[in-house]
């Protein structure tokens, strides 16, 4: 592999806060190591128009705390192109970028497979993510800012809950995975949650309500999971006033908030962790891989392992939340 002295570095698909601290580390650790770092920006958009800057220490301080990326994000419909990847191949090149490192989740890692197959560039991938769906790390970046965020909002929303004696159904973010709503249902105390790992041939919203939730509470909150196939929170509180009109139900759809705010530390630990990594990585001659942690070290997860396999929820998990929740 021919020696890496400039490395590219990106941020694409949705914000997850910490990846600012993932893009501070990368950049910082690189500069250690002699190298030389470009910013990329928005994304792989950004590569195709050739929107890359140089990037100092001096770049990214003042940087670990914020939320959002300073490098902005974009999704690429021209980069799903073999013509698109050429372009940002061509600018790649044309800026002496030897290897890249993406930020983001499952869309952005299978595009930097597909590029690095292609034409033949060493990649690597940091699961930027609030879903905290990538296959083969324990956290993605985002993850827990993004559940505090949850449980913060879920608490306020069980104060007006409780005036009222009514039935709230907070729907979350998560895409095709129930860990934001699985965690923030256990840590906020909710009745329920109604995720896609759950959907098994028990209606959920039949068990939730014949487990006469109202013995000995007068509110009750749920945690659902967004989903396009049934509709989310809206397709069971329409639910609730059809089948059973003496609830009061209300809806909550916490919606882009969940994607703002400043990092939690263990995002920013995380971010700088994996971000050093990531530099690693690149001097030991690794490439198209992600890096992830599992039982607090740091691992080299194949792209092709990372955005295929499904990440299983722990089912240990429904199982505390039912027992908790009488």
């Known amino acids: 592999m021919a020696k890496i002295s400039t490395?590219?570095?990106?941020?694409?698909?949705?914000?997850?806060?910490g990846m600012n601290a993932a893009i501070r580390a990368?950049?910082?650790?690189?500069?250690?190591?002699?190298?030389?770092?470009?910013?990329?920006?928005?994304?792989?958009?950004?590569?195709?128009?050739?929107?890359?800057?140089?990037?100092?220490?001096?770049?990214?301080?003042?940087?670990?705390?914020?939320?959002?990326?300073?490098?902005?994000?974009?999704?690429?419909?021209?980069?799903?192109?073999?013509?698109?990847?050429?372009?940002?191949?061509?600018?790649?090149?044309a800026n002496n970028i030897d290897a890249l490192i993406v930020i983001g989740g499952n869309g952005s890692l299978a595009g930097a497979q597909v590029f690095a197959q292609e034409h033949d560039v060493p990649c690597i991938g940091l699961p930027g993510t609030i879903d905290n769906d990538l296959y083969g790390t324990d956290s993605t970046i985002g993850y827990d800012t993004a559940l505090n965020t949850i449980v913060e909002c879920v608490d306020k929303i069980r104060d007006t809950a409780t005036s009222h004696d009514r039935i709230f159904f907070v729907e979350v973010m998560g895409r095709d995975a129930g860990f934001l709503a699985q965690?923030?249902?256990?840590?906020?105390?909710?009745?329920?949650?109604?995720?896609?790992?759950?959907?098994?041939?028990?209606?959920?919203?039949?068990?939730?309500?014949?487990?006469?939730?109202?013995?000995?509470?007068?509110?009750?909150?749920?945690?659902?999971?967004?989903?396009?196939?049934?509709?989310?929170?809206?397709?069971?509180?329409?639910?609730?006033?059809?089948?059973?009109?003496?609830?009061?139900?209300?809806?909550?759809?916490l919606g882009h908030l969940q994607r703002g705010g400043k990092p939690s530390a263990v995002d920013r630990i995380l971010a700088s962790r994996l971000g050093v990594a990531a530099i690693e990585a690149l001097n030991e001659g690794q490439r198209n891989v992600m890096i992830g942690i599992s039982n607090d070290r740091i691992v080299y997860v194949p792209f092709s392992k990372a955005i295929k396999i499904d990440k299983p929820i722990d089912k240990e998990l429904i199982n505390v939340l039912n027992v908790l929740s009488i």
């Not at 490395?7 to 806060?17: M, V």
């Not at 609730?240 to 609830?247: A, K």
Request: charged share 25%; no cysteine; net charge positive.
């Open 183 to 253: 965690n923030s249902a256990i840590a906020a105390g909710a009745e329920a949650a109604i995720i896609p790992e759950d959907q098994t041939d028990v209606d959920q919203l039949g068990q939730f309500i014949s487990r006469g939730f109202r013995k000995s509470k007068n509110s009750s909150i749920v945690i659902v999971s967004e989903s396009k196939k049934d509709g989310g929170a809206m397709y069971y509180a329409n639910r609730v006033r059809n089948e059973y009109p003496q609830y009061d139900v209300r809806v909550t759809i």
């Open 7 to 17: 490395i590219g570095i990106l941020t694409s698909g949705g914000d997850a806060p």
């Open 26 to 93: 990368v950049t910082r650790a690189a500069i250690f190591n002699g190298w030389k770092v470009k910013g990329i920006y928005r994304g792989y958009e950004g590569l195709i128009n050739n929107e890359i800057k140089d990037f100092t220490s001096e770049s990214v301080s003042n940087t670990i705390q914020r939320g959002g990326t300073v490098l902005k994000t974009a999704r690429s419909d021209e980069f799903m192109t073999v013509e698109g990847r050429q372009k940002a191949y061509d600018n790649m090149k």
